[in-house]
Nanobody
Framework: QVQLVESGGGLVQAGGSLRLSCTAS????????MGWFRQALGKEREFVAV????????SYSDSVKGRFTISRDNAKNTVLLRMNSLKPEDTAVYYC????????????????????WGQGTQVTVSS
């Protein structure tokens, strides 16, 4: 069993920054990837960013590109999401997800690509 736990959410003023963390326990998948999704109230869950465990590449949604940075610490089984220049429209529950295998950035944008999900952490950006 794989468990993902997110942390770092909270309330921040527009223009501020937050750093989210996702730590995986149990088995890890060296050929897989870790992604971040978010779901605003009343909206569908949407892709934010992805990073493979064993490839030096990242991918972002257009809405966060240039503001958010995804990174990883393989030794700690941890993936980070640094969020800068936050906007009220970034308000959402942010979910960490793990995929057993990485199939490229095109497939990693879809929920069905991932095998495990965390419970989410709330990010609220005030205006």
């Amino acid at each position: 069993q794989v468990q993902l736990v997110e942390s770092g959410g909270g309330l921040v003023q527009a223009g501020g920054s937050l750093r989210l963390s996702c730590t995986a326990s149990g088995r890890t998948f060296t050929n897989g990837a870790m992604g971040w999704f978010r779901q605003a109230l009343g909206k569908e869950r949407e892709f934010v960013a992805v990073i493979p465990w064993s490839e030096d590449t990242t991918s972002y949604s257009d809405s966060v590109k240039g503001r958010f940075t995804i990174s990883r610490d393989n030794a700690k089984n941890t993936v980070l999401l640094r969020m800068n220049s936050l906007k009220p429209e970034d308000t959402a529950v942010y979910y960490c997800a793990a995929a057993k295998a990485y199939s490229g950035s095109d497939y990693s944008r879809y929920r069905s690509f991932y095998d495990y999900w965390g419970q989410g952490t709330q990010v609220t950006v005030s205006s």
